[in-house]
Nanobody, 126 residues
Framework: QVQLVESGGDLVQPGGSVRLSCAAS????????IGWFRQAPGKEREGVSC???????VYADSVKGRFTISRDNNKNTVHLKMNSLKPEDTATYHC????????????????????WGEGTLVTVSN
Protein backbone atom coordinates (compact mmCIF):
# COMPACT_ATOMS: atom_id res chain seq x y z
CA GLN A 1 0.00 0.00 0.00
CA VAL A 2 1.44 3.35 -1.09
CA GLN A 3 1.54 5.99 1.64
CA LEU A 4 2.96 9.50 1.60
CA VAL A 5 3.19 11.53 4.80
CA GLU A 6 4.24 15.17 4.83
CA SER A 7 5.71 17.03 7.79
CA GLY A 8 7.55 20.25 8.60
CA GLY A 9 4.90 22.87 7.95
CA ASP A 10 5.09 25.91 10.19
CA LEU A 11 4.28 29.58 10.69
CA VAL A 12 7.24 31.62 9.46
CA GLN A 13 7.94 35.28 8.88
CA PRO A 14 8.50 36.66 5.39
CA GLY A 15 12.09 35.99 4.38
CA GLY A 16 12.27 32.94 6.61
CA SER A 17 12.89 29.30 5.79
CA VAL A 18 11.23 25.97 6.36
CA ARG A 19 12.06 22.40 5.40
CA LEU A 20 9.31 20.01 4.43
CA SER A 21 9.68 16.25 4.40
CA CYS A 22 7.73 13.57 2.55
CA ALA A 23 8.09 10.05 3.92
CA ALA A 24 7.15 7.45 1.32
CA SER A 25 6.26 3.83 1.97
CA UNK A 26 5.09 1.09 -0.33
CA UNK A 27 6.91 2.47 -3.36
CA UNK A 28 10.42 2.66 -4.75
CA UNK A 29 11.86 6.14 -5.34
CA UNK A 30 14.01 4.63 -8.09
CA UNK A 31 10.81 4.03 -10.04
CA UNK A 32 8.56 6.96 -9.19
CA UNK A 33 8.84 10.72 -9.42
CA ILE A 34 7.99 12.59 -6.23
CA GLY A 35 6.65 16.08 -6.55
CA TRP A 36 5.29 18.82 -4.36
CA PHE A 37 2.22 20.82 -5.18
CA ARG A 38 0.47 23.44 -3.11
CA GLN A 39 -3.10 24.49 -2.60
CA ALA A 40 -4.07 27.85 -1.15
CA PRO A 41 -7.66 28.83 -0.34
CA GLY A 42 -9.35 30.33 -3.37
CA LYS A 43 -6.39 29.58 -5.65
CA GLU A 44 -5.69 26.90 -8.20
CA ARG A 45 -3.50 23.97 -7.30
CA GLU A 46 0.08 24.74 -8.30
CA GLY A 47 2.91 22.35 -9.00
CA VAL A 48 6.00 23.53 -7.12
CA SER A 49 8.82 21.10 -7.76
CA CYS A 50 9.49 17.49 -8.65
CA UNK A 51 12.35 15.01 -8.69
CA UNK A 52 12.12 12.25 -11.26
CA UNK A 53 13.25 8.68 -10.69
CA UNK A 54 16.40 9.41 -12.70
CA UNK A 55 17.23 12.31 -10.36
CA UNK A 56 16.31 15.10 -12.77
CA UNK A 57 14.66 18.06 -11.05
CA VAL A 58 12.16 20.69 -12.14
CA TYR A 59 10.89 23.83 -10.44
CA ALA A 60 8.06 26.22 -11.12
CA ASP A 61 9.24 29.72 -12.02
CA SER A 62 7.44 31.05 -8.95
CA VAL A 63 9.86 29.19 -6.62
CA LYS A 64 12.99 28.79 -8.72
CA GLY A 65 16.08 29.95 -6.88
CA ARG A 66 14.30 29.86 -3.53
CA PHE A 67 13.20 26.23 -3.12
CA THR A 68 15.40 23.14 -3.29
CA ILE A 69 14.13 19.58 -3.61
CA SER A 70 16.24 16.61 -2.59
CA ARG A 71 15.84 12.89 -2.19
CA ASP A 72 17.21 10.42 0.37
CA ASN A 73 16.76 6.98 -1.17
CA ASN A 74 18.05 5.24 1.96
CA LYS A 75 15.23 6.75 4.01
CA ASN A 76 12.71 6.82 1.15
CA THR A 77 12.18 10.50 1.90
CA VAL A 78 11.99 13.63 -0.24
CA HIS A 79 12.64 17.07 1.21
CA LEU A 80 11.68 20.54 0.07
CA LYS A 81 13.83 23.34 1.51
CA MET A 82 12.03 26.64 1.16
CA ASN A 83 14.02 29.86 1.56
CA SER A 84 13.16 33.54 1.20
CA LEU A 85 9.53 32.77 1.86
CA LYS A 86 6.86 35.22 0.78
CA PRO A 87 3.26 35.63 1.98
CA GLU A 88 2.10 34.27 -1.37
CA ASP A 89 3.84 30.97 -0.54
CA THR A 90 1.21 30.38 2.13
CA ALA A 91 -0.56 27.11 1.29
CA THR A 92 -1.02 23.49 2.18
CA TYR A 93 1.86 21.58 0.59
CA HIS A 94 1.28 18.04 -0.61
CA CYS A 95 3.74 15.51 -1.93
CA UNK A 96 2.66 13.09 -4.61
CA UNK A 97 4.06 10.11 -6.46
CA UNK A 98 3.90 10.15 -10.25
CA UNK A 99 5.29 8.40 -13.28
CA UNK A 100 7.27 11.50 -14.25
CA UNK A 101 7.14 15.28 -14.26
CA UNK A 102 8.22 18.11 -16.53
CA UNK A 103 8.32 21.88 -16.60
CA UNK A 104 6.67 23.76 -19.45
CA UNK A 105 6.37 27.53 -19.73
CA UNK A 106 7.49 27.86 -16.14
CA UNK A 107 4.89 25.48 -14.74
CA UNK A 108 5.36 21.98 -13.35
CA UNK A 109 3.27 19.20 -14.84
CA UNK A 110 2.80 15.72 -13.43
CA UNK A 111 1.97 12.56 -15.36
CA UNK A 112 0.72 9.24 -14.12
CA UNK A 113 -0.47 10.28 -10.64
CA UNK A 114 -0.15 7.36 -8.26
CA UNK A 115 -0.82 8.72 -4.78
CA TRP A 116 -0.57 11.84 -2.65
CA GLY A 117 -0.46 12.81 1.02
CA GLU A 118 -2.80 14.86 3.16
CA GLY A 119 -0.46 17.85 3.20
CA THR A 120 1.29 20.13 5.66
CA LEU A 121 0.44 23.80 6.16
CA VAL A 122 2.96 26.56 5.61
CA THR A 123 1.90 30.04 6.67
CA VAL A 124 4.11 33.01 5.85
CA SER A 125 3.07 36.02 7.88
CA ASN A 126 4.20 38.62 10.39
Amino acid sequence: QVQLVESGGDLVQPGGSVRLSCAASGLDLDVYAIGWFRQAPGKEREGVSCINHDGSIVYADSVKGRFTISRDNNKNTVHLKMNSLKPEDTATYHCAAHGHCTVEAGKVYYYGLESWGEGTLVTVSN
